[in-house]
């Protein structure tokens, strides 16, 4: 477990893709955790479930097989909040449909584990083995646990850096938007001899007039005062 832990500290989240990141966290989880072959995570938006990051094509196909049905372990962990272990696919009677074509591609037990996210769930941790109960231990839960720890926290950065970049967007666009209103006012106080304050009031008149935005009259005006 100190090994896990120490290699999921190291994986740097800064400056890199949510899908970089997480496909290090598959790597490290294929490894760390007792049991597995193949891991996966399953990230859900809205009724949408996709495989984020996965390690080993035994993962991406037990996954596809549920997305393709539209439920199974995986895709109920990840909506429920639920740790659910299967122990041997063969003999298991909750997921009829999905558990007899799962064997063919070489699953017989797995463990999917949800991915807290303030305070909900938004997919699930998947881990599979070619053997039966390859998941009976606390040692693997406990590992998944703390995988899927990780893996929030890296959902988290991603989230958090997309939030900070679309503001940094909005701001630019506020201050282009803000510069050109400026121009227009300095054209309309130059061409109608009138005062800023004035010049303001003619852009937003025209603005509910013609139903557009002040920012796309004022561009209009800028670029016919270049043009003359």
């Known amino acids: 477990m100190q090994d896990l832990l120490r290699d999921l500290s190291r994986v740097v989240l800064a400056g890199r893709s949510l899908d970089e990141a997480l ?12 049991g597995a072959e193949s891991t996966s995570i399953t990230l859900i938006r809205g009724e949408k479930a996709f495989t984020a990051a996965y390690t080993g094509e035994m ?12 439920y199974g ?40 584990v949800p991915l807290p996210f303030q305070g909900t769930s938004i997919g699930a ?9 390859a998941f009976a231990t606390p040692e693997s839960l406990d590992a998944g646990s703390q995988v899927a720890g990780a893996i929030a926290v890296a959902v988290a950065n991603a989230d958090a850096h997309a ?6 967007r909005n701001m630019q666009l506020a201050m282009q938007s803000r510069a050109v209103i400026e121009q227009a006012k300095g054209v309309l106080m130059a061409q109608r001899r009138v005062d800023a304050e004035q010049a303001f009031e003619i852009l937003r008149e025209a603005s509910q ?9 004022a561009v209009g005006i800028v670029e016919s005062a270049q043009t003359r």
């Open 163 to 168: 939030r900070l970049g679309e503001h940094a």
């Open 73 to 112: 372990p995986c895709m109920d962990a990840g909506r429920g909040g639920v740790v659910l272990r299967i122990d041997d696919m063969r003999t298991e009677q909750r997921w009829p449909d999905y558990v007899s074509r799962v064997v063919g591609v070489g699953v017989l037990s797995s463990l999917s």
């Open 23 to 34: 496909g290090d966290v598959t790597d490290i989880a294929s490894r760390g955790i007792p």
């Open 125 to 133: 941790l998947n881990i599979y083995s070619s053997q039966p109960a």
């Open 209 to 217: 007039r013609y139903n557009r935005k002040l920012r796309d009259i």
């Open 59 to 70: 993962s991406l196909a037990a996954d596809e097989l549920q997305y393709d049905q539209g």
